[in-house]
């Protein structure tokens, strides 16, 4: 059975639970579509009525109410990355991980610095907190989000330019899972005016991405519930 | 050539950079045990003199001033899932993801509810930063842990009992990826006197995986840095 056989036979039963801003869910649908993979897309809506994720349907897919969610074949996978590990092993053409252990590290290293130390320190669900809790005002909310964003994305911006693997993307000339995740966050960065000036690889990887159409029609913008 | 030979080899050349509270050092302190490797540990004082980890010596090694860091031959791996996964690429018996991509996937659903959306939240930096841009005394900031905590446990809990896999670890009856990280989250929680009522199926594993070495010896209280 050829990948592509494989891939139409599946389409069908493949749902992604989304929200168009999510970065979280944006990297995973830069992650289908490298991979031509069709899937339905399922619209969450995160501010609408206190948030459909907490409603118990959803929290029902996701215990945490976080999106994104994928389901393929019977079962329910979270975690945007550990979502792409899987594509990655079940749809292994075109590969999002390179071949050695050593190249592999770099790639997670770089999803992960973004996965775990600048995106979910500005999820939705902590800025509320911010805000109810400690009684953090929208200037300071702004403060909060673009301190951790520069810092992390300097931080990547250093580990990238020390690690000496040049190319068109974060890690040679093929997109891997770190591009997956690098965009929607520079989206996110953008979108709340974060000083990227430190960052002229990162801006240039972006540059590199957003020529892609598989990169393009991940965009926010492109989904179905952009316009809610 | 076997593994334990293998293993032997390269014990010199294994290097991590660690602080003996740190729960994202102490997940890797676990994988290295768990594998059989010797590794030489070299402590990063995360509160000492302004924390050690922000000096331009750790700065040159990780860019985010973040701990832990893994050097071995001659390259450096930051993130402790990076590290982690490479360390089952390189050394694969005993494994810590099992074999098909569903099973991986839920595995690394696991280990990625910690990594990301409990541990990072409460880092010693963004406490920090709380405390001193946001003026939350420290009441506020316990609050703020055992509430991100909680919440994630409580998830994770969640996940688990949803699974269906039933088994003495977080995935069966060998441990994994996932119980490197339950351990030093829940070793973080009963610090912090998170209340862990909703999660005894998580208390039950941390037992099972508390009476085995290779955690033993990964615990806080037995790192050289310990008593500083």
Same mark, same amino acid.
């Given at each position: 059975m050829t990948a592509s056989t494989d891939q139409k036979i599946a389409a069908a039963d493949r749902?992604l639970?989304?929200?168009?801003?999510?970065?979280?869910?944006?990297?995973?649908r830069i992650a289908l579509n490298l991979k031509g993979l069709d899937y339905r897309? *399922?619209? *969450?809506?995160?501010?609408?009525?206190?948030?459909?994720?907490?409603?118990?349907?959803?929290?029902?897919?996701?215990?945490?109410?976080?999106?994104?969610?994928?389901?393929e074949n019977?079962?329910?996978?979270?975690?945007?990355? @550990?979502?792409i590990?899987y594509l990655d092993e079940c749809y292994p053409d075109p590969p999002l991980?390179?071949?050695?252990?050593?190249?592999?590290?770099? *790639?997670?290293?770089?999803?992960?610095?973004?996965?775990?130390?600048?995106?979910?320190?500005?999820?939705?669900?902590?800025?509320?907190? &911010?805000?109810?809790?400690?009684?953090?005002?929208?200037?300071?909310?702004?403060?909060?989000?673009?301190?951790?964003?520069?810092?992390? &994305?300097?931080?990547?911006?250093?580990?990238?330019?020390?690690?000496?693997? @040049?190319?068109?993307?974060?890690?040679?000339?093929q997109p891997?899972?770190?591009?997956?995740?690098?965009?929607?966050?520079?989206?996110?960065?953008?979108?709340?005016?974060?000083?990227?000036?430190?960052?002229?690889?990162?801006?240039?990887?972006?540059?590199?991405?957003?020529?892609l159409p598989a990169?393009?029609r991940a965009?926010?913008?492109?989904?179905?519930?952009?316009?809610?």
């Amino acid at each position: 059975m050829t990948a592509s056989t494989d891939q139409k036979i599946a389409a069908a039963d493949r749902t992604l639970y989304t929200y168009f801003r999510s970065s979280a869910a944006y990297r995973v649908r830069i992650a289908l579509n490298l991979k031509g993979l069709d899937y339905r897309s *399922v619209p *969450v809506h995160l501010l609408r009525d206190g948030g459909e994720q907490r409603r118990p349907e959803y929290r029902a897919i996701n215990p945490l109410g976080l999106v994104p969610s994928y389901q393929e074949n019977g079962h329910t996978i979270r975690q945007s990355l @550990a979502i792409i590990e899987y594509l990655d092993e079940c749809y292994p053409d075109p590969p999002l991980l390179p071949r050695t252990p050593a190249a592999r590290a770099e *790639v997670r290293q770089s999803a992960l610095t973004i996965a775990c130390d600048i995106h979910p320190i500005n999820n939705p669900r902590i800025l509320k907190f &911010l805000e109810r809790e400690l009684q953090a005002d929208e200037a300071m909310r702004l403060r909060w989000m673009r301190h951790w964003m520069q810092v992390g &994305l300097e931080g990547l911006q250093a580990m990238l330019a020390g690690a000496g693997t @040049a190319g068109r993307f974060c890690h040679g000339d093929q997109p891997t899972m770190a591009d997956c995740c690098l965009v929607p966050q520079l989206f996110n960065a953008r979108r709340f005016e974060v000083d990227l000036t430190g960052c002229p690889r990162l801006q240039a990887i972006d540059a590199a991405c957003q020529a892609l159409p598989a990169f393009q029609r991940a965009h926010p913008s492109r989904q179905p519930d952009a316009a809610n």
